[in-house]
């Protein structure tokens, strides 16, 4: 009786080794964290204003070399721009803020250079009339790029590898 109970074990675990051999398992990955890395409203259309006044400019504040900046605000469609660190460990404050300046400079002259109907002009605004939708690559609306202040961003990365930042950006007028 016990050689047949040992037997049937036997035969019971090899059955289930072979079923558990051709299921699929992947490795647990943990939900992506998002970093957040607040700023002292920096005025985003003068950069080098905005990085004078940063606490701590040389540290490190992405420890990845690339990643995806997302422009939502104040876009009708969103931008996404690579950036890239030049300092091997990462994002520096300092190298992160010109980034971000940099990249919305290079969004509001697209926008300006693909609009047909183009902003106003400042001195042929009322007093509390803003900027004008435009109708380019973009779609920018209510705001100048002198309006804009960096407020924080979050970082994240996602399940791919891609590091991808978001920004949190208000107006001078809020």
Known sequence: MVIIVSVL???IAVAASLY???????PYEPMPMAHRIPFPKLHLGDPDH??????????????????????????????SIEVSSSVEFGFTRR???????????????AEEATALTKPLALEERTANQRRNRTDGLYGIWGYDLS?????A??????YDGVVVIDLQVKTKYM
């Not at 558990?20 to 992947?26: A, D, E, F, G, W």
């Not at 990249?103 to 002259?109: K, L, P, T």
């Open 147 to 151: 309006d804009l202040l960096l407020v």
């Open 50 to 79: 905005a990085i004078a006044q940063l606490d701590e400019p040389d540290e490190v504040v992405i420890p990845h070399v690339k990643a995806l900046l997302v422009i939502k605000y104040p876009l009708s469609v969103p931008a």
């Open 153 to 158: 961003t979050h970082w994240s990365r996602r």
């Open 95 to 109: 190298e992160l803020v010109q980034a971000i300046c940099d990249s919305y400079a290079h969004v509001y002259e």
């Open 20 to 26: 558990l051999s051709r299921i699929t398992v992947t």
């Open 9 to 11: 074990f036997v035969a």
